[in-house]
């Protein structure tokens, strides 16, 4: 099915691509918005035929996804790697089977880059960068104590958010990061997590939250001990979906760095051409922006997730 005349008897001489995509899970709003991206551009209407799971933020289901589309033998395998490490195996085989990768949104950690053909998504490490930027110069005037919440661990996502922040703040003395933890991306252990932040330090100014989904727990917390959020304690975080740009309208969140979760129309173009045997570039780098209170509430009545 991959176009060329010797292997198109699966599906009756057609050119549909037969993609397996093996998802994350659905942790957070923006995991809703890039998994309706991907089922509404990998259409039928649009050429191909997706076989798409859920690993419910698992690697073992990834990879159990994966080995169960190349024994179907797919003509493309798409997928977003929940952490960074341990792919090399299942990614071989893929590529013994004469099965080509892309990645989308998170990047796999390997020696080997010939194991997959492409990763298109953001620049995780200039999405911290750009949030430790906005803490140092717009907070970072006095001294200000930080908490983090982390996203996933070992996550490509959690990895460089943690490490451009850090990076942002370094020359500037008043900021401090003085708690970090997973919230692993959702909305209910952003709030687990921020009890306990609010139980152990008195002394909160800003959280950093590596994306609104946790920051919205966190403001269930905070709200739950009496303190108010964008006053008592500002929030930072990093997407941009519905739901964190209408609390950063409503003053709740201070400051949004984008994600853009829209890239299923960058991975059927990428598809098409990897199946068809053109060249693809190796990394796609998705634009960001970034919003503040204002912005929001200009761009919220166009967003689309
Ligand atoms: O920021 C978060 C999601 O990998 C960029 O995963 C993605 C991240 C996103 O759970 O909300």
Known sequence: SSGSSANTADNGGDDTITIGFAQ?????????????????????????????????????????????????????????????????????????AGIPVIL?????????????????????VEEGRRAGEWVSQNLGTEPINVVELQGTTGSAPAIDRKEGFADAIADNSNVTVIDSQTGNFTRAEGKTVMEGFLQA????????????????????????????????????????????????????????????PLLGPDLAEIAKKVVAGEPVDKRIVTKDEAFDQEAAKAALPDRKY
Request: net charge negative; charged share 25%.
């Open 201 to 260: 330090h008195s002394d909160i100014d800003v959280v950093f939250a590596h994306n609104d989904d946790m920051a919205l727990g966190a403001i269930e917390a905070i709200e739950a001990a009496g303190k108010v959020p964008g006053k008592d304690i500002k929030l930072i975080s990093i997407d941009g979906v519905k739901d964190g740009m209408t609390a950063l309208a409503d003053g709740k969140i201070s400051y949004i760095v984008e994600c853009n």
């Open 24 to 96: 994350v899970g659905a942790e957070s709003g923006w995991r809703t918005a890039n998994t309706d991206s991907i089922k509404s551009t990998l259409t039928a209407d649009n050429g191909f035929d997706l076989k798409f799971s859920d690993a419910q933020q698992k690697q073992e289901n990834q990879i159990q996804a994966i080995r169960s589309y190349i024994a179907q033998g797919v003509d493309v395998i798409a997928f977003s790697p929940v952490v960074e490490s341990g792919w090399d195996a299942v990614l071989q085989e893929a590529k013994q």
């Open 104 to 124: 989308t949104d998170r990047a796999v950690d390997t020696d080997d880059d010939s194991l997959y053909e492409s990763f298109i998504g953001s620049d995780f």
